[in-house]
């Protein structure tokens, strides 16, 4: 059995936290494990950074991008 290191979600989902990667993950559906997003969330301003990444070098990405073990997924809040 191949263990992988956990991917993390926060900011305007129901359920910040941790998460267990699997091949194939895409943001999207660490979106729905964590419950879907809050009232205030951003459909569109979604980051991605790496586990070994300073933490400057987030970047924009799209629901249907993979995750990587490690990454840290943050969803922005959006006001309007």
Do not use: C, W
């Not at 459909?43 to 490690?70: H, Q, T």
């Amino acid at each position: 059995m191949v263990s992988y290191r956990e991917v993390y979600v926060q900011g305007a989902v129901q359920s910040p936290g941790a998460y267990a990667y699997h091949p194939g993950l895409t943001v999207r559906q660490l979106i729905t494990e964590a419950g879907g997003f809050t009232d205030l969330a951003s459909r569109s301003r979604i980051y991605r950074l790496g586990e070994n990444e300073p933490s400057d070098s987030r970047r924009k990405v799209r629901l249907d991008a993979e995750v990587e073990p490690g990454d840290t997924i943050t969803i922005a809040e959006s006001f309007f």
